[in-house]
């Protein structure tokens, strides 16, 4: 399994509109990628401007599908004018 996690710094004035969004897209990647099996989203208890993702899917190819889907290239083009940092690691579940 290939895991994916992703921290996104929110500008406070994006939380509430990045929160519904980034949900949206949890929603539409378990609903719509077979292959994508669990889509974690996490607020930071102690900094509500902080997100992680955490997100399983069948392999890397199944993630580079992901990132072709017009529901994540959406989400990205919306989630990046919120978004004052963002940092991804990759990894596989042992």
């Known amino acids: 399994m290939f895991v994916v996690i992703v921290r996104f710094d929110v500008w406070s004035h994006s939380v509430s509109k990045f929160s519904e969004l980034v949900q949206q897209q949890a929603e539409n990647s378990l609903r719509l990628e077979e292959a994508c099996h669990q889509f974690d989203v996490v607020?930071?208890?102690?900094?509500?401007?902080?997100?992680?993702?955490?997100?399983?899917?069948?392999?890397?190819?199944?993630?580079?599908?992901?990132?072709?889907?017009?529901?994540?290239?959406q989400f990205d083009r919306e989630?990046?004018?919120?978004?004052?940092?963002?940092?991804?690691?990759l990894g596989s579940k042992l």
Do not use: G
């Open 43 to 73: 607020q930071d208890a102690s900094d509500p401007t902080v997100f992680y993702l955490y997100e399983i899917y069948d392999d890397r190819a199944a993630f580079d599908t992901h990132l072709a889907a017009e529901h994540f290239k």
């Open 79 to 89: 989630a990046m004018l919120m978004v004052a940092r963002k940092e991804v690691w």
